[in-house]
């Protein structure tokens, strides 16, 4: 929304109420192939949800809740603390080892419910 809101007046809307950030300068000033790009704000939480999974990302960190290996299938990590910058691969559930960062699971758990309540309201019935 941030994005199309950009796009109509040039401006970045100043609304408290929207959720996320335009990424219009991304689509205007493409990035040659081959380059990496502007590096990623270490201090922007990321969230998303996909068929009962649920994930947070915020730098490095990445916080998985039941997740699996596809969608058929039987959760096979129910809460997984990944370090993306040593382990790109995922492969080494961090999740007791650095219980400071397993505090994201709050701050996702409340992203969920505040979506939670953005899907009944949408719900036509």
């Not at 809307?13 to 990496?36: H, K, T």
């Not at 916080?63 to 370090?83: H, K, T």
């Amino acid at each position: 929304m941030p994005t199309l809101l950009e796009a109509v007046d040039g401006r970045p809307s100043s609304r408290a109420d929207i959720d996320g950030r335009s990424v219009l300068i991304g689509l205007r000033e493409a990035v040659p192939a081959g380059s990496a790009g502007p590096e990623p704000d270490p201090a922007r939480w990321l969230f998303w949800a996909y068929e009962g999974q649920l994930a947070a990302r915020l730098g490095r960190w990445k916080l998985v809740l039941d997740a699996r290996v596809s969608l058929a299938a039987p959760v096979v990590v129910g809460e997984g603390l990944l370090d993306l910058d040593a382990d790109p691969a995922e492969r080494h559930n961090l999740f007791e080892v650095h219980p400071e960062q397993a505090a994201m699971k709050p701050r996702l758990l409340g992203w969920a419910a505040t979506c939670a309540g953005w899907h009944d309201a949408l719900r036509v019935g």
